[in-house]
Structures are given as structure tokens and as C-alpha cells.
């Protein structure tokens, strides 16, 4: 089983930068795709970026170009940097661990973008 604890949410202005941490704690963090998910009250919960294991990237078409998602194997834990941050960018934003049929999510921190 894998833990993960989100952190570096926080309020920005529009224009800002944040960078969201997700520590993993639990079985060997190499070997699981990691991602980012984010969702507003109301809402089904949105795709961000996936790192895999080999470190093949993709990212949800909304934030292409502003977001970039990374991994420090070495100390368990995934990266989110946010670039030019917008209002639409409020959300909770979720890590996730997947690997196979098994999938594992952090409690989640709050992203508040002021317009």
C-alpha cells in the first residue's frame, strides 16, 4: 500500500506560480505512474499530468504549456510546478498512484487563484 500526503496548496494571485509536493510513503515509489487530478466542488474530478515510471509525461489540454509535472524518486515524492496560474485553476488537486489495478490517492490540497 502506498500514503501519499499532498502539500504547497495554497492563495495566488493570477499570474502566480505554486509548487505542489506529494510525498508517497509505502511500497517502492519507482515503480508507480504518478498523477495529478484536480476537482471543484460539484464537479467530476479532471486529469492534470501523468508521469509514468519511465518518466513519459502527459498533461491535460488546460494546462499545457503552464504546468509541469516531475518525480525525485530518490525521495519519494512528485512535483507539480503551476505557471501563470488562472482563476479556473481553483481546485482541490489530488496525487495519485497508480500500478495496474491498484490505485492510491492523497487527501488532497486546496489551489485558490484570485482573479
Known amino acids: 500500500q502506498v500514503q501519499l500526503v499532498e502539500s504547497g496548496g495554497g492563495w495566488v494571485q493570477a499570474g502566480g506560480s505554486l509548487r505542489l509536493s506529494c510525498a508517497a510513503s509505502?511500497?517502492?515509489?519507482?515503480?508507480?505512474?504518478m498523477g495529478w487530478f484536480r476537482q471543484v466542488p460539484g464537479s467530476q474530478r479532471e486529469f492534470v499530468a501523468a508521469?509514468?515510471?519511465?518518466?513519459?509525461?502527459n498533461y491535460g489540454d488546460s494546462v499545457k504549456g503552464r504546468f509541469t509535472i516531475s518525480r525525485d524518486n530518490a525521495k519519494s515524492t512528485l512535483y507539480l510546478h503551476m505557471n501563470s496560474l488562472k482563476f479556473e485553476d481553483t481546485a482541490v488537486y489530488y496525487c495519485?498512484?497508480?500500478?495496474?489495478?491498484?490505485?492510491?490517492w492523497g487527501q488532497g490540497t486546496q489551489v485558490t487563484v484570485s482573479s
Open positions: 508521469i509514468t515510471s519511465s518518466c513519459i509525461i
Open positions: 495519485n498512484a497508480q500500478r495496474g489495478l491498484h490505485g492510491y
Open positions: 509505502g511500497r517502492a515509489f519507482s515503480i508507480y505512474a
